[in-house]
């Protein structure tokens, strides 16, 4: 057998369910992640059983059994994105076993993970953001202070909407944030930033309060605002400047990131104010850097171009 297991009996059901428990409430990943991994591990199973092979960790997770599975996948025709979050789902469950010593070695070790090229991130230019700023004055404080924070600190979604009071350090404006794994990190803030909260702040409904552990964006109740709303009201924004599908208040962290970089920021300065845990992940943003150097090159240089007529 491939995978020599510690427990080969292990119901493969029961400890795909303690491995998305682990996820969530251990390693801290989103409901996001938790759930393309719930999905994806229960196609595993469904093939499994389609092929009549014994839902046990052993069995399932043996090198010929993966193998069989991405074989099943690729032939479906899906994009390699979709394919890559597939062995990404069957590697953390082999880890994870590992790890609980269900089985002595990683099955999934054999596994290939497709190449694909990665999308550039999408963000605003300079002008576009300035003109989303002016837009925003006749808008709600709250909404304008929503926007800034992403803006002006590059914070995700999820550590924007946990924010509370007592994280913000006003004096030395500078925001306590819960980034991916629980990992905690401080982010500077601009001033304009701090000037919107202000803002904000005197228009907030009354009995919302201002301790230390008080939400500070909140619904017109008091209470906290979900993450839902808040991606609404970026989404109203960005709507004002750019005709760009993409939304997000992810398209905040990247201009963030961008403008940072574009103005001579240190990629290592930046994969520390984003949180990323390695820098290659934040070395993309070094690619749109140069597309919007060579853009700028090409168009100010009189010999970027050769003459159409020579």
Do not use: W
Not at 37 to 53: C, M, N, P, T, W
């Amino acid at each position: 057998m491939d995978a020599i297991a510690q427990n080969p009996g292990v119901e493969l059901c029961r400890l795909i369910s303690r491995f998305l428990d682990y996820a969530q409430k251990e390693k801290g990943y989103s409901t996001h992640t938790v759930g393309a991994y719930r999905s994806d591990l229960a196609q595993f199973v469904e093939f499994l059983l389609h092929k009549g092979i014994a839902p046990t960790a052993a069995a399932a997770l043996s090198k010929a059994s993966l193998r069989l599975f991405m074989y099943d996948v690729g032939a479906q025709g899906l994009k390699a994105r979709s394919v890559a979050r597939k062995v990404a789902s069957i590697k953390s469950l082999c880890r994870y076993c590992v790890k609980t010593r269900v089985l002595a070695v990683n099955p999934s070790k054999a596994l290939a993970t497709p190449k694909m090229d990665k999308p550039l991130p999408a963000f605003l230019t300079s002008t576009q953001t300035e003109a989303m700023e002016e837009a925003a004055e006749g808008d709600s404080a709250r909404n304008r202070a929503i926007v800034e924070f992403f803006y002006g600190s590059g914070i995700r979604l999820s550590e924007l909407h946990g924010l509370a009071f007592g994280d913000i350090d006003k004096r030395g404006m500078t925001v306590r944030v819960m980034g991916k794994g629980k990992k905690e990190r401080i982010v500077p803030v601009t001033p304009q930033t701090l000037d919107a909260l202000d803002a904000y702040q005197k228009e907030r409904p009354r009995g919302a309060g201002n301790e230390p552990q008080s939400p500070v964006f909140v619904n017109a109740k008091g209470s906290r605002l979900s993450r839902r709303q808040i991606e609404r009201v970026v989404s109203a924004s960005l709507s004002n400047v750019s005709q760009r599908k993409k939304k997000s208040p992810h398209v905040l962290r990247h201009t963030f990131a961008t403008h940072l970089l574009d103005s001579g920021a240190d990629i290592r300065a930046v994969k520390e104010l984003l949180g990323h845990s390695s820098l290659s992940t934040t070395q993309v943003y070094t690619h749109v850097s140069r597309e919007h150097l060579l853009k700028v090159y090409k168009q100010a240089h009189p010999r970027a171009e050769k003459d159409s007529g020579q």
